[in-house]
């Protein structure tokens, strides 16, 4: 079975500061996908990026950027210029895929991440 | 497009008492998942499904039915509810059921007293 952790489970910035979110996750699939989704109160999941396995170049959506590290297993998000928008949850995220098809999304615990005026 | 629609928005149940959540999209995608959220504990798989007629369970799948006649729906049924299942649940979907991008709904609060 696959995991994932995030390590800090709060992390206060100011505006327009860069701050980075930890994920780490376990796995012996070599084949899969990472993601990460914001969760704002309203509480609709909304995928920020996302990160193909095979692909060894880090995705990047405009202010948002991975570290993609596949043997170290880590996969950071980086978010820079941050906004008041950006105060939401932000879940880290790993679904396999397996000769069957994909079979779910494998979530961490989340880090709610608070931007100070 | 109206992406992936739940209802009801809210629900109260008591215990033992039957219910079916509803999920649908109209974007023509393949998978389709249910996962719930409790407090502290991030999202956890129920169940999912790679196309019409196949479904599978996934983390947490004891006390929930799935079926998928067709592809645009993918119901979730309570068989008899607990107080354990208190919780908010999520549909969502993806144009491949090799997975990639999952569309979440909105979401369904329900609660089990």
């Known amino acids: 079975a696959q995991t994932v952790t995030q390590s800090q489970p709060e992390m206060s910035v100011q505006e327009a500061e860069t701050v980075t979110l930890s994920c780490t996750y376990d796995?012996?699939?070599?084949?899969?996908?990472l993601f990460w989704y914001k969760q704002p109160p309203s509480r609709q999941m909304i995928l920020v990026i996302r990160?193909?396995?095979?692909?060894?170049q880090n995705a990047t959506e405009n202010r948002f950027s991975v570290n993609f590290q596949k043997a170290a297993k880590s996969f950071s998000l980086k978010i820079s210029d941050s906004q008041l928008g950006d105060t939401a949850m932000y879940f880290c995220?790993?679904?396999?895929?397996?000769?069957?098809?994909?079979?779910?999304?494998?979530f961490g615990k989340g880090t709610h991440l608070i931007i100070q005026p | 497009n109206a992406g992936v629609t739940q209802t009801p928005k809210f629900q109260v149940l008591k215990t033992g008492q039957s219910m079916t959540l509803q999920c649908a999209q109209d974007?023509?995608?393949?998978?389709m998942s249910w996962y719930r959220q409790d407090p502290g504990m991030g999202l956890r798989l129920i169940h999912y499904?790679?196309?019409?007629?196949?479904?599978d369970q996934g983390e947490v799948p004891n006390g929930y039915n799935v079926s998928r006649s067709t592809t645009e729906d993918f119901p979730l049924r309570l068989l008899s509810a607990a107080p354990s299942q208190t919780s908010v649940y999520f549909c969502?979907?993806?144009?491949?059921?090799?997975?990639?991008?999952?569309?979440f709904g909105p979401g369904t609060r329900l609660t089990v007293t």
């Open positions: 990160q193909e396995a095979y692909k060894q």
């Open positions: 974007m023509n995608h393949e998978y």
């Open positions: 796995t012996s699939e070599n084949n899969y996908y």
């Open positions: 499904s790679v196309g019409a007629g196949i479904t």
């Open positions: 995220a790993f679904m396999r895929r397996t000769g069957g098809g994909a079979d779910g999304l494998t």
């Open positions: 969502a979907s993806s144009y491949s059921a090799w997975g990639g991008e999952q569309y």
